[in-house]
């Protein structure tokens, strides 16, 4: 990362709530195109939730602790603050003198962008003001929240706005919180009704609508110029497995998560 940091743009987008086994199984069968084409192999790496929640798990990844690969360790990190004793921080790893990964790339001459998603991003209150107030510039709007129908196509025209306002030589830290796979997401599955709720069908059509127009968004990022991206998701949710329901619980459907990186290709 230490050849990264600096020289790319950064885009890091959680996809909120998406379960491992819908990601993998949408990706073998080739239902989300635009996401598969940019994953290594085509396949999404298992990964370990750094959270069972939204909010505790976007803490850890903006202190540098992203989902952890599903093996035993220890595993070299991308970022880390500095501090002794680490066992994951290595020579490739990007360490910086601030509390989180947001303030340590400000320091280093990125702008700093996110476009919220889920409560935990609409600034209505103080808790929901701690994310986005890690970010030089914030963003959210109703029709990016788990209500709206056309979510992810609102936060994606933001990205674009936000990239065309920038300078070309000014690196960027772009941040996404997709909200459309969390509940609710009835909506966007034909046929589905809001009596009948959400379903794990219903989970994997809202992340085949996210892929219809991911495209855009990874467009947008590697205009610019190179770009390294992350995506993943922040934790699991749970619709019924063993009588559970929803998240903030200690379940495999909850913990295990699907995470990629790589150079965004607008090309591929």
């Not at 990205?159 to 306002?165: H, L, M, P, R, T």
Request: net charge negative; charged share 15%.
């Amino acid at each position: 990362m230490n050849e990264i940091v600096g020289s790319h743009d950064l885009l890091m987008v959680t996809l909120d709530t998406l379960r491992l086994d819908v990601a993998q199984e949408l990706a073998a069968a080739g239902r989300i195109p635009n996401l598969a084409r940019q994953l290594p192999g085509g396949a999404w790496e298992r990964r370990h939730a750094p959270g069972s929640f939204t909010y505790a798990s976007h803490q850890a990844m903006f202190a540098g602790f992203l989902p952890t690969p599903a093996a035993p360790g220890p595993h070299p990190r991308l970022f880390a603050a500095r501090f002794a004793g680490s066992e994951t921080t290595a020579n490739g790893t990007f360490v910086y003198d601030t509390p989180d990964l947001v303030s340590g790339l400000a320091a280093v001459g990125y702008r700093t962008v996110c476009i919220g998603g889920v409560g935990f991003f609409n600034k209505r209150g103080p808790l929901g003001s701690v994310l986005p107030g890690m970010f030089q510039e914030s963003h959210w709007e109703p029709e990016f929240g788990v209500a709206s129908p056309t979510s992810f196509e609102a936060q994606v025209a933001c990205a674009e706005k936000v990239v065309a306002g920038l300078a070309p030589e000014q690196r960027l830290f772009l941040f996404v919180n997709v909200s459309a796979l969390h509940q609710p997401n009835w909506f966007h599955l034909d046929g589905a009704t809001r009596e009948a709720g959400d379903t794990r069908a219903t989970h994997a059509a809202a992340l085949e609508y996210v892929d219809r127009h991911m495209g855009r968004l990874l467009a947008a990022a590697a205009g610019r110029g190179p770009c390294f991206a992350i995506v993943c998701s922040d934790h699991g949710t749970a619709y019924g497995e063993d009588g559970y329901s929803g998240h903030r619980i200690g379940h495999e459907a909850v913990w295990t998560v699907p995470y990629a990186h790589f150079f965004v290709d607008e090309a591929r």
